[in-house]
């Protein structure tokens, strides 16, 4: 597979919180999604994740909350991103 790597990043947001982002460009869609996009961006707390995106192969787009995991519409890369740093956001530590 030819993937290109189009973004990996980590935002520390405080001593026990960071945000990790890693996104692929791929040369045609994994099983489950419409899109040319592997994904993972995750909100780990004290060592735990508790808010992870992804595209796992299989499962498609969807978000992870503790325990819960929810269909996600992917729109575009820029959509995925703001609608992620939205949850941060929103989140509560």
């Not at 419409?34 to 508790?50: E, I, P, S």
């Not at 595209?55 to 729109?75: L, M, Q, R, S, W």
């Given at each position: ?56 192969a ?36």
């Amino acid at each position: 597979m030819n993937a290109r790597l189009m973004l990996n990043q980590r935002y520390i947001l405080s001593e026990n919180v960071f945000v990790e982002m890693v996104v692929w460009l791929l040369p045609s869609p994994l099983s489950g999604s419409h899109h040319g996009f592997k994904y993972r961006l995750a909100l780990v707390v004290d060592g735990n994740c508790v808010l992870r995106y992804d595209n796992e192969a299989g499962k498609g787009d969807h978000k992870d909350i503790g325990g819960d995991e929810i269909p996600y519409v992917f729109t575009s890369p820029k959509a995925l991103l703001d609608d992620f740093w939205n949850d941060v956001d929103n989140w509560r530590f």
